[in-house]
T-cell receptor
Framework: DQQVKQNSPSLSVQEGRISILNCDYT??????FLWYKKYPAEGPTFLIS?????DKNEDGRFTVFLNKSAKHLSLHIVPSQPGDSAVYFC???????????FGKGTKLTVNP | DAMVIQNPRYQVTQFGKPVTLSCSQT?????MYWYQQKSSQAPKLLFH???????NEADTPDNFQSRRPNTSFCFLDIRSPGLGDAAMYLC??????????????FGPGTRLTVL
């Protein structure tokens, strides 16, 4: 039973364009969502998060949008850079819990 | 200035032969986690320690055990590895405030191969 789903295993975009990574969830108890980024041979690193009481959070080139009614969130990267090439994991958590529930990840490739 | 260190990075063991994976941290965080990530799957939480308090996930097999002798170190013991236990094992830490800013910091992982 996957509570967090990232249905696109991979995404390829051109440098300078927008990258949009999508994530769906089924657990309506999640009240916080996070994106982690993972380079090969490294552990995931925290990128950006959003509370369920918000619909948008922006940090530089990265923006996360949350649509609670659709149980959907997306990560926008504008403009995309080759250094953004990595695997991006979406995760949800509930009630201040320590437990993160991850999706399978989407591998982003940004072509020069 | 590595913060979460995992040793070894690659571990090969034989079917049924006990194996121990190591994690250490320089962040002085209260919480240490162990995740299992199989190929093309989501990282899955096995258990975590809040200080010395051990918290096991309900679906973690008994074959997996953990020890935390002090704040800095945490070990994952696999008592009788099966072929299905081949995976990347990720260690993570957090302060344990459970708030929105309580980010988890991950180590690079140990890739376990079972022959």
């Amino acid at each position: 039973d996957q509570q967090v789903k990232q249905n696109s295993p991979s995404l390829s975009v051109q440098e300078g364009r927008i990258s949009i990574l999508n994530c769906d969830y089924t657990n309506s108890m999640f009240d916080y969502f996070l994106w982690y980024k993972k380079y090969p041979a490294e552990g995931p690193t925290f990128l950006i998060s959003i509370s369920s009481i918000k619909d948008k959070n922006e940090d530089g080139r990265f923006t996360v949008f949350l649509n609670k009614s659709a149980k959907h969130l997306s990560l926008h990267i504008v403009p995309s850079q080759p250094g953004d090439s990595a695997v991006y994991f979406c995760a949800g958590t509930q009630g201040g819990s320590e437990k993160l529930v991850f999706g399978k990840g989407t591998k982003l490739t940004v072509n020069p | 200035d590595a913060m979460v260190i995992q040793n070894p990075r690659y571990q090969v063991t034989q079917f049924g032969k006990p194996v121990t994976l190591s994690c250490s941290q320089t962040l002085n965080h209260n919480v240490m986690y162990w995740y299992q990530q199989k190929s093309s799957q989501a990282p899955k939480l096995l258990f975590h320690y809040y200080d010395k308090d051990f918290n096991n996930e309900a679906d973690t097999p008994d074959n997996f055990q953990s020890r935390r002798p002090n704040t800095s170190f945490c070990f994952l013991d696999i008592r009788s590895p099966g072929l299905g236990d081949a995976a990347m094992y990720l260690c993570a830490t957090s302060r344990g405030t459970w708030g929105p800013t309580d980010t988890q910091y991950f180590g690079p992982g140990t890739r376990l191969t079972v022959l």
